[in-house]
């Protein structure tokens, strides 16, 4: 897969911190209820941590109770690259920047919620960065 925004892994590294870096580029998932966004109510725009793409708005967050940061859909249908993803012996849906192809979470359906779109994106809150609404 050709992206956008391609770095070497060690500029990669020299740019994220380690915890960044596990999760952004080797798909690793921060624990849950830990994340700076699993709760948070602000209104804004939230890009992608590695290369400032917007992925996620706070109009598509809600509640999960999940331990992470859950939004019914991306902001741009362009902005999120979906692969499957067959590790840890089950079959998942693993959500992806579209532009730097970094690792941000995952995607389930039909669980349930009350939401337009009966996904829920599971997102790493440190995959993100939240820029708040002007007002």
Same mark, same amino acid.
Request: negative net charge.
């Given at each position: 897969?050709?992206?956008?925004?391609?770095?070497?892994?060690?500029?990669?590294?020299?740019?994220?911190?380690?915890?960044?870096?596990?999760?952004?580029?080797?798909?690793?998932? =921060?624990?849950?209820?830990?994340?700076?966004?699993?709760?948070?109510?602000?209104?804004?725009?939230?890009?992608?941590?590695?290369?400032?793409?917007?992925? !996620?708005?706070?109009?598509?967050?809600?509640?999960? %109770?999940?331990?992470?940061?859950? !939004? !019914?859909?991306?902001?741009?249908?362009?902005?999120?690259?979906?692969?499957?993803?067959?590790? %840890?012996?089950?079959?998942?849906?693993?959500?992806?920047?579209?532009?730097?192809?970094?690792?941000?979470? %995952?995607? !389930? =359906?039909?669980?349930?919620?009350?939401?337009?779109?009966?996904?829920?994106?599971?997102?790493?809150?440190?995959?993100?960065?939240?820029?708040?609404? =002007?007002?």
């Amino acid at each position: 897969m050709s992206y956008d925004i391609e770095k070497p892994d060690e500029q990669w590294r020299a740019e994220l911190t380690p915890a960044e870096y596990t999760v952004l580029r080797k798909a690793g998932t =921060e624990p849950a209820f830990t994340g700076e966004y699993t709760d948070t109510k602000t209104k804004g725009v939230y890009s992608c941590r590695a290369c400032g793409a917007e992925l !996620f708005t706070s109009n598509e967050k809600f509640e999960s %109770h999940c331990g992470w940061p859950s !939004f !019914f859909d991306a902001r741009n249908s362009d902005a999120v690259e979906l692969v499957s993803d067959r590790s %840890h012996g089950m079959v998942r849906t693993e959500v992806r920047c579209a532009r730097c192809g970094s690792h941000l979470g %995952h995607v !389930f =359906e039909g669980e349930g919620y009350p939401t337009p779109t009966d996904q829920r994106y599971c997102i790493n809150s440190i995959s993100l960065r939240l820029t708040p609404e =002007e007002s």
